[in-house]
C-alpha cells in the first residue's frame, strides 16, 4: 500500500502569518505583563506555533519584545503615511494628523502599555532599532513639509520645530490612554465615557492647531 505523502503544516506554508500570530499574541502578553513579567511557554500556548518556533524566528524572549515593539510603531507610522497629508490644506493636514494620533491610541492600548514599559527601561531596546529609528525619521520629515506648506501660505506661525510638534501632539494623545484610569478614578468621572472621549478629542486638536497655526487661521470656533 503506496504511503500518502505528508501534508505541509500551517505554518510551513505560511510562516509570515505564524510570525505575524506569534508577534500579535505576545504584544498582547507584553502589554499586561511586561518584559519580565512575559512568558514564552503562554504566548506559545496562545499561539498556531510552539516554543521551538518563536525562538526560531525571534531568537530569544529579549529579540520577540523588540520584534514587537517594531511592530507596534510599523502600525501607526503606515496609519499615517495613508492620511494623503500632502493632499490638505496645512491647517486642515495637522488637524487630520492630530485626529488620527488620538483616535489610534485609544483603539490600541496595548501600543501605549508597550511604549510605558519601554521607557521603563529607559527605550535600551528601542535604540537597538534601526528600523524604528528610519520609521520615525520619516514621520517628522512628514510634519516638516507639512510645517513648510503652513510657513509658505501663513497660515503657521514661525519658529516651531517640527520634532516638537510631533512631542506635543503625542504628549496629548497619549495621556489621554496612560492616565485614563487613575483620573476616573482620583475624579469619579469616566475619562473614557463617549461624550468624553468626544470633549477630549477635540480640546486636543484645538490645543495643537492654536499652538501651531496663527489666529487669523484657526480662529476661536
Known amino acids: 500500500m503506496t504511503k500518502?505523502?505528508?501534508?505541509?503544516?500551517s505554518r510551513q506554508q505560511d510562516p509570515e502569518g505564524t510570525r505575524q500570530n506569534i508577534i500579535e499574541v505576545a504584544s498582547q502578553e507584553f502589554a499586561l505583563n511586561g518584559l519580565s513579567g512575559a512568558r514564552i511557554d503562554e504566548i506559545a500556548a496562545k499561539t498556531r506555533s510552539s516554543k521551538r518556533m518563536i525562538y526560531y524566528y525571534f531568537g530569544?524572549?529579549?529579540?520577540?519584545?523588540?520584534?514587537?515593539?517594531?511592530?507596534?510603531?510599523?502600525?501607526?507610522?503606515?496609519?499615517?503615511?495613508?492620511?494623503?497629508?500632502?493632499g490638505l490644506s496645512p491647517v486642515?493636514?495637522?488637524?487630520?494628523?492630530?485626529?488620527?494620533?488620538?483616535?489610534?491610541?485609544h483603539q490600541h492600548e496595548d501600543f501605549i502599555r508597550m511604549?510605558?514599559?519601554?521607557?521603563?527601561?529607559?527605550?535600551?531596546?528601542?535604540?537597538?532599532?534601526?528600523?524604528?529609528?528610519d520609521l520615525n525619521v520619516t514621520a517628522i520629515a512628514h510634519i516638516g513639509d507639512l510645517y513648510e506648506r503652513g510657513l509658505a501660505d501663513g497660515s503657521f506661525r514661525p519658529g516651531?520645530?517640527?520634532?516638537?510638534?510631533?512631542?506635543q501632539i503625542s504628549a496629548l494623545c497619549f495621556f489621554n490612554v496612560s492616565n485614563r484610569a487613575t483620573?476616573?478614578?482620583?475624579?469619579?468621572?469616566?475619562f473614557g465615557a463617549p461624550d468624553m472621549l468626544d470633549r477630549l478629542r477635540?480640546?486636543?486638536?484645538?490645543?495643537?492647531?492654536?499652538?501651531?497655526?496663527?489666529?487669523?487661521?484657526?480662529?476661536?470656533?
Do not use: C
Not at 4 to 9: C, E, L, W
Not at 92 to 105: I, K, N, P, Q, W
Not at 115 to 132: A, C, D, K, W
Open 202 to 221: 477635540q480640546n486636543t486638536i484645538d490645543m495643537v492647531l492654536r499652538y501651531v497655526a496663527r489666529p487669523e487661521a484657526y480662529p476661536d470656533r
Open 115 to 133: 511604549v510605558m514599559i519601554e521607557n521603563i527601561h529607559h527605550g535600551q531596546y528601542l535604540e537597538r532599532s534601526s528600523l524604528v529609528r
Open 60 to 86: 530569544d524572549k529579549d529579540g520577540l519584545y523588540l520584534s514587537a515593539l517594531e511592530s507596534a510603531y510599523r502600525q501607526v507610522r503606515e496609519g499615517e503615511a495613508k492620511l494623503d497629508i500632502a
Open 92 to 105: 486642515e493636514g495637522l488637524r487630520r494628523l492630530v485626529e488620527f494620533t488620538f483616535d489610534h491610541h
Open 183 to 190: 483620573f476616573s478614578k482620583l475624579f469619579a468621572r469616566d
Open 4 to 9: 500518502r505523502a505528508a501534508r505541509p503544516s
Open 160 to 167: 516651531l520645530d517640527p520634532l516638537e510638534i510631533h512631542w
